[in-house]
């Protein structure tokens, strides 16, 4: 352990980048976990300290070093958590959220309408639509929403697609 030590210590400011490079394989290894951003911190750390190196080796020392590395650290996660939100905030993933937004879309039956009611494909899930009775794999438009039932008419003759699986 004292070996690995001095050899970052011998590394300066490029230990920072071994550091987050490290975290950039291990987000790759273990997904979901969102170590990218420990990485970017390290990397910035790496990169500050190569920009000032006597501040960071004479005045700060490690201690500054690390309040560096938490300091970005913690920018960099509250600035993912923020360009997240606004993301989900602009409608792109709201499959589930707001059906009404599936208006004049095109979807594919993947159930029969039989007695008014059958299923269509919208991304990866299955919604219950209602309308004239209809054969599975044929395009549909749909006209209204109904709670979380899709109201659907056909498209013109000829539109029925192979049967997704």
């Known amino acids: 352990m ?9 590394l300066g400011p490029y230990a920072w980048f071994i550091v987050g490079a490290l975290f950039l394989i291990a987000e790759v290894v273990l997904p979901g976990i969102n170590l990218i951003w420990f990485g970017a911190a390290a990397s910035a750390t790496g990169l500050v300290a190569l920009a000032w190196p006597p501040l960071f080796a004479a005045v700060l020392g490690w ?19 923020f360009l997240a939100a606004r993301r989900f905030d602009d409608g792109i993933d709201r ?4 059906p009404s ?13 039989v007695a008014g009611t059958g299923r269509a494909v919208w991304g990866d899930s299955l919604w ?8 599975a794999g044929l395009r549909v438009r749909v006209v209204g929403v109904d709670g979380s039932t899709l109201r659907v008419e056909p498209l013109a003759a000829g539109t029925a697609v192979a049967h997704p699986a």
């Open 128 to 135: 219950r639509v209602t309308g004239p009775d209809l054969p």
């Open 2 to 10: 004292m070996v690995l030590l001095a050899v970052l210590r011998d």
């Open 63 to 81: 201690e500054g070093q690390m309040a560096a590395f938490i300091a970005f650290a913690a920018i960099s996660v509250i600035g993912a958590r």
């Open 95 to 98: 499959v589930n959220r707001d």
């Open 101 to 113: 937004v599936h208006i004049g879309r095109e979807l594919v039956l993947a159930e029969p309408i």
